[in-house]
């Protein structure tokens, strides 16, 4: 049974990679957050922020605050919260509090 579980997830992401080839923001989310989360394939930094940055371009806002928050664990920081306001600005309200706790100054 673990077999064929592990055979239908392959699938779903063989899936999920070619709808991304084709330009779905959402499955250039989805391929990023495998990669960042190491869900079924080689966890690779670099590609889940490639995917994030290729989903957020189009406008997707969780990819806008995948990309933002993977920038600020980079020390990227300037980048980070611009992609982070800019999901803000998409209306995505677990954000808000999100960005007012990380930047929060003493």
Not at 53 to 76: C, H, V
Not at 90 to 102: A, C, D, E, G, I
């Amino acid at each position: 049974k673990t077999a064929t579980c592990k055979f239908e997830l392959r699938n779903v992401l063989y899936i999920k990679k070619r709808k991304s080839n084709n330009f779905n923001r959402y499955a250039q989310f989805l391929i990023g957050v495998h990669y960042e989360r190491g869900f079924d394939i080689t966890q690779d930094l670099e590609k889940a922020k490639d995917y994030y940055g290729k989903s957020a371009d189009k406008g997707f806002p969780d990819a806008q605050a995948a990309l933002g928050s993977r920038l600020i664990a980079e020390a990227s920081y300037a980048q980070g919260i611009e992609w982070l306001e800019k999901a803000v600005q998409m209306v995505v309200p677990s954000l808000k509090l999100t960005l007012s706790l990380s930047f929060t100054v003493d």
